[in-house]
Structures are given as C-alpha cells and as structure tokens.
C-alpha cells in the first residue's frame, strides 16, 4: 500500500527504470576501448534494476492507465531522460530537428490521452 496517487507511482517507477535503461543501453558508449562482451554483461546487469522497476510500474499502473497510455508515458520519459544524457553525459547537442520531432511527439501523446 502507498498513500501516493497512482500515477505518480507509476510514472516515477517509469522515470527511475529509464535511468537504468539508458545507462544499460548508451551508457558504454564512453568506455569503447571496453570489450564488446563485458559491455554485454555489464548491460545485462543494469537492465536487471531497470525491469525490477518496470514491471512494478506496468502492474501497478495498468487500470488506471490503458496499455497504450503506459507505452506512451514510457516512450516520452525515455526521450526525456536519453535526451538529458545525451547533453550531459555524451555532451552532444540537439539540433532543432530534434525539437520539432520532439514536438511531434508530444502532439501524438496529445491525441493518445484525448477523450475523443
């Protein structure tokens, strides 16, 4: 039991597991001269925390959100936090290219979360 509301349970299990899973996914990225198969592993290891956060998330969040609507928080909440990583961790700029497609993004989660 939790005296938080459900979504913000969720959507920062959601948050919590994208820092995982961007760290497990780009997070190597720095360390190339790193053998392919201990980045393998040690992936592995990160994604572990990132599903111990995910799948919590997704139970508890499913009812009510839809499964689309959680796909979708999920996908805006790994550009959010692949695009911070992006700058302060790989130090690559956006372009405004980005912007747009992210704006675009966020138009469809407009429509996803619309009462139609």
Do not use: D
Not at 1 to 14: A, E, N, Q, S
Not at 37 to 46: A, E, K, L, Y
Not at 51 to 64: D, I, S
């Amino acid at each position: 039991m939790t005296f938080l509301p459900t979504p913000v349970v969720t959507i920062g299990l959601l948050l919590l597991s994208n820092l995982f899973m961007t760290f497990a996914w780009y997070g190597h990225l720095k360390f190339r001269e790193v053998p392919l198969v201990t980045v393998i592993f040690i992936s592995w290891g990160i994604a572990f925390f990132e599903y111990c956060l995910q799948v919590p998330a997704n139970r508890y969040g499913y009812g009510y959100f839809t499964a689309v609507e959680l796909k979708t928080i999920q996908e805006v909440l790994t550009l959010v936090v692949f695009s911070l990583f992006s700058v302060f961790y790989l130090g690559e700029s956006l372009k405004w290219n980005h912007y747009l497609g992210f704006f675009l993004i966020c138009a469809a989660v407009y429509v996803i979360f619309k009462e139609w």
